[in-house]
């Protein structure tokens, strides 16, 4: 599962600058609590920038310090390998360790984590490089509205040639001719402010558009049709994609269009390709979750029988293999793991010895107490208060949170959690749907515009529901 990166990192904070006391500070910002899972995190992106900076023979032989994550659900395990990644700049790829299976069941091969890992990183190096070419790629755009807009003129029964220095001798300038290429340059920059301000947005242009359409086909092989790895469009060349046609549109979508044509022309993929599996390499991330679901020796019968076969097979990627990918062989051996796991029937040592001898480093995360879901209310740098606040302020509603309504929620959080289930901040968020519930239906009819929410409104929402313990495990 892919995970797109919310919310912003100070461009200051380089990586390369950062010490791992720096590192958890800026980790602090987002996740409570949970120091020790910080500090082994810190050290070891650290750890990464330190072996970068080795000579090559030595930075070879430096393995990463792969670590294990113990702790129940909803204590910030995810969320600080998510930030790390985030910090570090670095192509991040979250697993379950769960959907893979041993070879020769049904079920998707330990190896495609490292290929979409590879998809990820291509598609950050392109986006970094279509930042760069953006600025040219959008004059390219500009011209070719321009010409749309207002054809060049014709000139001795010929067009003018944009790019030519010269005209053919054989064509005789008109005595008027300066005068009339002074008036199309006129024009032209005159349709060229109002395209700037957006003036000409609605306005229909007529432009060939390359047929995209490609034959849906299905190699099927014994890894899946999704990990065969093979590019049918490079096979096909542009057997399916050389023919054009003519289609109207407007002037803001043909922009939008032509941006990405350009893109397309202006960026190497081949160099994209080659930075990216660098980048995968030397910087990859992978967070493997419910590491816990496939410790536990063989029992011979039921589902879980491939359980140590899936172990076997993610050995060689944690310990260092060439995986081929659509876009070139990506070797493994410095790519950092992170796995987590709740343990709560199994354990680490239940895993087999040459799994557990890659991940030396292990942290216990703390459980949550009450004054960790005031400081989750509150704190990080887009706390849940602050989501709820901003997302009614935008139907003109404000909310102000008193701090015995703070007290009060997070006392409901911890009382619910011991009660039924500890799923850990997560729990917060079902409280807070539940305590807005009326607001947010109300909306923009909601009055007064300005709501204050104390002890007395918490415990008349939610009181009841939680007091009733049949009624909680159903609705909190």
């Known amino acids: 599962m892919v995970i797109y990166l919310a919310g912003d990192v100070d461009e200051d904070a380089r990586l390369d600058d950062m010490s791992p006391r720096q590192i958890v500070s800026e980790l602090d910002k987002h996740v409570v609590g949970q120091r020790n899972a910080k500090r082994a995190v810190a050290v070891a992106l650290r ?38 990644a985030r910090m570090s700049n670095s192509p991040f790829l979250k697993v379950e360790a769960s959907k893979f299976t041993e070879v020769g069941y049904v079920g998707r091969d330990v190896e495609s984590m490292i290929r979409d890992l590879t998809e990820i990183s291509v598609e950050m190096t392109r986006q970094e490089k279509s930042e760069e070419v953006a600025e040219k790629a959008e004059l390219n755009v500009e011209e070719r509205i321009l010409d749309l807009l207002l054809p060049p003129p ?50 229909l242009i007529e432009l060939e558009v390359r047929e995209k359409n490609f034959p849906v086909i299905e190699v099927a092989g014994p890894q899946g049709v999704e990990e065969m790895g093979i590019n049918m469009k490079d096979m ?7 023919r054009t046609k003519r289609r109207k549109m407007r002037v803001d979508e043909a922009i939008e269009y032509m941006m990405q044509e350009e893109e397309e022309r202006l960026i190497d993929m081949e160099q994209v390709a080659r930075a990216a599996i660098e980048r995968v390499e030397n910087s990859g991330i992978i967070f493997l979750d419910e590491i816990d679901k496939i ?7 039921g589902p879980d029988v491939s359980r140590e076969g899936v172990q076997r097979d993610i050995l060689p990627i944690v310990e260092g293999t060439t995986v081929n990918s659509r876009y070139g062989m990506v070797r493994t051996d410095h790519i950092l793991f992170i796995a987590a796991g709740a343990f709560h029937v199994s354990k680490p040592s239940d895993l087999i010895p040459e799994l557990q001898g890659r991940f030396p480093i292990r942290v216990e995360l703390e459980s949550l107490t009450i004054e960790d879901f005031k400081r989750i209310l509150t704190e990080p740098r887009n706390a849940l208060i602050k989501q709820y606040q901003a997302m009614m302020e935008t139907e003109g509603v404000t909310i102000d ?13 911890a009382q619910v959690n011991q009660q039924t289930e500890d799923i850990g901040a997560r729990r917060l968020q079902t409280i807070m749907e539940k305590l807005l519930e009326e607001i947010s239906f109300e909306g923009p009819d909601l009055e007064p515009k300005k709501q204050r929410i104390d002890e007395a409104y918490v415990e008349k929402m939610l009181s009841a529901t939680v007091k009733d313990q049949d009624l909680s495990r159903y609705i909190l």
Do not use: C, W
């Not at 008193?402 to 997070?410: E, F, H, K, R």
């Open 47 to 84: 750890n990464r920038v330190r072996r970068q900076k080795l000579p090559p023979d030595l930075a070879v032989d430096v393995m990463p310090k792969n670590i294990i994550m113990i702790g129940s659900t909803g204590v910030g395990k995810t969320e600080i390998a998510r930030r790390l």
């Open 154 to 203: 014709r000139s001795g029964g010929g067009y003018f040639d944009f790019d030519s220095e010269s005209i053919e001798e054989e064509q005789k300038p008109e005595d008027d001719e300066p005068a009339k290429d002074e008036q199309f340059q006129r024009t032209r920059e005159k349709l060229r402010t109002q395209l700037r301000s957006g003036k000409l947005d609605n306005r």
């Open 236 to 242: 096909l060349g542009n057997l399916f994609q050389g």
């Open 295 to 301: 410790a536990g020796r063989e029992s011979g019968h």
């Open 401 to 413: 949170f008193t701090n015995d309504a703070i007290d009060s929620i997070a006392n409901f959080a």
